[in-house]
C-alpha cells in the first residue's frame, strides 16, 4: 500500500489529504463484500462472477423472473472502468446482425462481407447476454469461436477479441442438443431463487426508505484486473491437487457425469481463479467447492454432484459444516433462558443446557480429532470450531449465572 500525504492551506490553516493507493486484490475483496450487501443473498452468484472474471471464464445465471439477476450482472459489469460493456436482451426473433454488427454497407458494394462491428460483441470486453435462452441456436453458436479462442472471422479478415467474460441470464434452460458446445462455454452455473422472508424484508425497508441504501463504491481499471488475471495463472497447482482431479473424475464417472477434456482444463484456470478470490496462495482441495456450479448440466443434478465433490475435495469440510448444523440446532431447541420465569423453570433450563454443553464440547473433540489427522486439510473446518466457540460462549455464561451465580 502507497500513502502520500498531500498539503493543503485553506486560509490560513493548514491541512493534510491522504490519498492511498490500495493493491488491486483488496479492491477486489472490498468490490465483492459491497455488491454482497447491495444485492442481498447472492454471495455464491457474485463469486462465480468474479471467478469468471478472473479466469477469463463465462459464466450462467438462470432462474425465474425477477429474481435480480440482469441487475447484479449489470452491476459487476459496471464497475470495471476502462472496458465496453455490450448488453444485449435476446429474443426468438433476434438475428446475428444485432449482436455481432451488421454488414458495412461500402464494403457490401465492394462484393464484400464485412459487418461494422463497433460497440458490438467481438470489441466488447464484458458481455451481458439477457434472455440468452431465448435466442435460436443459430445465433448462439455464431458467438462459439468469439467465447473459446477469443477469435471472431470478419470477411477474410481474423480479428481478436477482447472479450473477459460473456454473462448469460435466461429464465429457461439451455438443454437441446444443438446448444451442447454453447452450454460447455458457459462454464460457471448459477440458479438463482427468490429472497427468504428476512432478506425481503431488509429489501423492502431499502425501498420503502425505512434504511439506508447501500451503494456500490468501489470500481476496477482493466489494468488492475489485467494484473489479477496474471497473478491468477501463475498461482502454483500441486500434482496432489492434479492427482485429486483425476480422482473427481472417476467417481463422477460411476455416477455417469461426464465432462469434457475441455471442461478439465478449464477447471485448473476456474480453481487457480477461487483460490486467489479466497486469499490462497495455492490450490488446494478445498477450492473443489466452486465446481458444485461448475459440472452439473442440470438443476436437478446438482445434489448428487456436491456430494461427489464434497467426498473428493475436503471430507473434513462436511464432517466440519455437519457439525456446525448440528450445534446450532441443539442451541436453538434449547431455546432462550425464561428470564422472566420462576426458579424452577430457569434452573430446569440451566440443567438442559448443562447437557447441550456436554453435547457441544464431544462434537467439537471429535471435529478437532479429525483436524489432527488432516491438518492440511483443516483450514476451514478451524473456522468452523471458532464458530461453534462463539456459540458455546453465550450459553456457557447463561448456565454458569443460572446454577452457581457466575
Known amino acids: 500500500m502507497v500513502t502520500t500525504d498531500i498539503a493543503q492551506t485553506n486560509g490560513h490553516r493548514s491541512t493534510a489529504m491522504t490519498v492511498t493507493s490500495i493493491p488491486a486484490a483488496a479492491k477486489l475483496q472490498q468490490l465483492r463484500e459491497q455488491l454482497k450487501v447491495v444485492y442481498l443473498d447472492r454471495s455464491e452468484a457474485i463469486d462465480l462472477i468474479m471467478v469468471g472474471l478472473l479466469s477469463k471464464m463465462h459464466v450462467f445465471l438462470g432462474g425465474q423472473p ?13 464497475a470495471i472502468t476502462g472496458t465496453q460493456f455490450f448488453h444485449y436482451l ?12 451488421a454488414p458495412d454497407l461500402a464494403e457490401l458494394q465492394k462484393g464484400k462481407f464485412v459487418r461494422d462491428t463497433e460497440s458490438m460483441l467481438p470489441e466488447a470486453h464484458l458481455a451481458l447476454m439477457d434472455e440468452i435462452g431465448k435466442a435460436n441456436s443459430i445465433v448462439r453458436n455464431s458467438a462459439l469461436g468469439l467465447m473459446n479462442e477469443r477469435e471472431f472471422l470478419n470477411g477474410k479478415i481474423k480479428l481478436q477479441s477482447p472479450l473477459i467474460t460473456m454473462i448469460g441470464c435466461s429464465n ?6 444443438e446448444d451442447g458446445a454453447f452450454w460447455d462455454r458457459l462454464s ?41 488475471q496474471a497473478q491468477v495463472k501463475n498461482l502454483p497447482f500441486s500434482s496432489q491437487v492434479v492427482d485429486s482431479l483425476v480422482e473427481l473424475q472417476r467417481e463422477l464417472k460411476k455416477e455417469n457425469f461426464v465432462a469434457s477434456t475441455r471442461k478439465y482444463v478449464q477447471i485448473v484456470t476456474i480453481l487457480r481463479a477461487y483460490a486467489f478470490l479466497e486469499g490462497e496462495t495455492e490450490v488446494s482441495e478445498d477450492s473443489f467447492e466452486i465446481l458444485n456450479h461448475v459440472i452439473w448440466n442440470h438443476p436437478r443434478e446438482k445434489t448428487a454432484v456436491s456430494k461427489i ?27 432462550a433462558c425464561p428470564n422472566f420465569g420462576t426458579k424452577q423453570e430457569k434452573d430446569e433450563w440451566a440443567t438442559e443446557g448443562t447437557g447441550v454443553l456436554s453435547e457441544l464440547r464431544n462434537m467439537a473433540d471429535r471435529l478437532q480429532s479429525m483436524i489432527a489427522q488432516y491438518p492440511h486439510k483443516a483450514k ?19 448456565v454458569s449465572e443460572i446454577l452457581y451465580g457466575a
Open 380 to 398: 476451514k473446518a478451524k473456522q468452523v470450531l471458532i464458530e461453534i466457540e462463539s456459540k458455546k460462549k453465550p450459553l456457557l455464561a447463561k
Open 90 to 101: 435476446m429474443t426468438k426473433t433476434t438475428v446475428a446482425e444485432e449482436v455481432l454488427g
Open 172 to 177: 429457461e434452460l439451455l438443454d437441446g442438443e
Open 188 to 228: 460457471l452455473r448459477y440458479m438463482v431463487d427468490y429472497l427468504g422472508d428476512e432478506d425481503l424484508r431488509i429489501l423492502l425497508l431499502r425501498k420503502t426508505g425505512n434504511v439506508a441504501v447501500p451503494q456500490v463504491t468501489t470500481v476496477l481499471a482493466l489494468a488492475e484486473l489485467e494484473q489479477m
Open 66 to 78: 425477477g429474481t435480480g439477476k440482469t441487475e447484479m450482472a449489470k452491476a459487476v459489469s459496471e
Open 309 to 335: 465433490v464434497a467426498k473428493v475435495g475436503n471430507p473434513l469440510n462436511i464432517q466440519a459444516q455437519e457439525t456446525l448444523i448440528a450445534i446450532t440446532d441443539s442451541i436453538a431447541q434449547l431455546g
